[in-house]
């Protein structure tokens, strides 16, 4: 299995954005539907959103106006815009297949500040 490796998050105010990566093998970019998840300190890793193969998204009620995912072929890469952050979504985000195909990376950290 192919360990991923998911970048972009950081420290941001309460209401500011954030887009994170998360580049994949073209093995698995082309062939799954891909997807982002979320965790908190002793919570189990959550579904937040996913894209086909022919970029249509599904987001997680709490996400749906806020949140924007999609794919960029030419990168073999999947990304997740997310705005009007709030301080319960400090979390760590992670990247993976529908199907968890790939190994889970370390994840990249959201901190939201007041």
């Known amino acids: 299995q192919v360990q991923l490796v998911e970048s972009g998050g950081g420290l941001v105010q309460a209401g500011g954005s954030l887009t994170l990566a998360c580049p994949l093998p073209?093995?698995?970019?082309?062939?799954?539907?891909l997807a982002w998840y979320r965790q908190t300190p002793g919570d189990q890793r959550r579904w937040l959103a996913s894209i086909t193969t022919t970029n249509r998204p599904n987001y997680a009620d709490s996400l749906k106006s806020r949140c924007t995912i999609s794919r960029d072929e030419a990168k073999s890469a999947l990304y997740l815009q997310m705005n009007s952050l709030e301080p319960s979504e400090a979390a760590l985000y992670y990247c993976?297949?529908?199907?968890?195909?790939?190994?889970w990376g370390q994840g990249t950290q959201v901190t939201v500040s007041l």
């Open positions: 993976n297949t529908i199907t968890f195909q790939a190994e």
């Open positions: 073209r093995n698995l970019f082309n062939a799954n539907i």
